[in-house]
């Protein structure tokens, strides 16, 4: 298996997204959850499952687009994909550029290797563990990527479209000198490249919305904790607790992200 293979799949699903980005008008179903759903997530979807399906026939598929598969089967499983093939349906629908395409493998329940595509931004992420994160821009050679500590306060990365009291109130805690409002896993992504130095999430979120992106800043030298632990995939209920992404230096978060209720 060779990351670079994923990377070719992110970015394939990405263009068949910006074919219906790009058209004039495009429908907009709504899920159970009251969630949006466009033909790009479906599009993608069916991209990634395809390929996945036929580069490695033997690891199952866990995607938002496909998730009707029960515990009693999946919890069997030792190593399988985690994918949200549109992360960010509301910054697609608003038209703003920020969302994106996620692959993660996970192995033992545990976000091992992660790729996030952007494309509109024609930008992507990828992670992993002990191999170290990297971005790549269109046109441009791969960078190594690693989280950094604050000077002085902290910049905060927050969500664009779900933002919460609960969220400030925490980050209102420590020394913030900035804060960037973005769509999607690209929050993940400025904390690996060290362009904010703390995302915290209150609100839930599902197993694919944060995979690859933890995949990504575990390389990049952060973590992504619940109640003082990594993130834990495959659970018998997909839902996410509340979590922090920072990095692990200098700061002393590390020790101090217990959640409060």
Known sequence: ????????IARSAGLAILDIYAGEHFDVEFKDDHSPLTK????SHELIKSELSRLYPDIPL???????????????????????????TKEFIKRNGEFTVNIALV????????????????????????????????GEKEQAIKVRAPESGMIAVQSRSHASEAESDFLGQYSIADTISIGSSLKFCLVAEGKAHIYYRHGPTWEWDTAAGQAIVEAAGGGVLADGNPLRYNKESLLNPGFVVTSKKGVGLWEKVKMSR
């Not at 298996?1 to 070719?8: D, F, N, P, Q, V």
């Not at 790009?40 to 599009?43: H, V």
């Not at 545990?110 to 821009?137: C, D, M, N, S």
């Open 40 to 43: 790009a997530d479906k599009a």
């Open 107 to 138: 192995e033992n329940n545990r976000a091992v290797l992660g790729v996030i595509h952007a494309p509109v931004l024609k930008a992507t992420y990828w992670g992993e563990i002990k191999e170290g994160a990297f971005k790549q821009k269109e």
């Open 1 to 8: 298996m060779t990351i670079h293979s994923l990377i070719c």
């Open 62 to 88: 866990l995607s938002e687009e496909g998730k009707e598969i029960p515990y009693g089967e999946r919890r069997k499983w030792r190593r399988f994909w985690l994918v949200d093939p549109l992360d960010g």
